[in-house]
Nanobody
Framework: VQLQASGGGLVQAGGSLRLSCAAS????????MGWFRQAPGKEREFVAA????????YYADSVKGRFTISRDNAKTTGYLQMNNLKPEDTAVYYC?????????????????WGQGTQVTVSS
């Protein structure tokens, strides 16, 4: 399974972006999907996760209430809607899939990764 993340860009603080993560195979629809981000000089951190059916979602405290994770299994695509963006949200955002797991929050639990998309929020 290959993942292709897209939708990043440059936005002013308070703006919105929607990231997409397209999977190459339908088997991706049965896997837990997560979004992570990594800012320069920092470790990769968890942002949000969703189970295969979309009935469970989980968010980092730093994005709760501003970001929404979703998925369209018919299209084997996941999304991260980001509203009210802040300069501290600036990072490369990665989508990932965790095989064999219904729920996963740690990067170590994910074994399929996309290439990342840059999000830059100006103040």
């Amino acid at each position: 399974v290959q993942l292709q993340a897209s939708g990043g860009g440059l936005v002013q603080a308070g703006g919105s972006l929607r990231l997409s993560c397209a999977a190459s195979e339908r088997t991706a629809s049965s896997l837990c999907m997560g979004w992570f981000r990594q800012a320069p000089g920092k470790e990769r951190e968890f942002v949000a996760a969703i189970n295969y059916s979309g009935t469970w979602t989980y968010y980092a405290d730093s994005v709760k209430g501003r970001f929404t994770i979703s998925r369209d299994n018919a299209k084997t695509t996941g999304y991260l809607q980001m509203n009210n963006l802040k300069p501290e949200d600036t990072a490369v955002y990665y989508c990932a899939l965790a095989r064999g797991r219904t729920y996963a929050l740690s990067p170590k639990e994910y074994d399929l990764w996309g290439q990342g998309t840059q999000v830059t929020v100006s103040s």
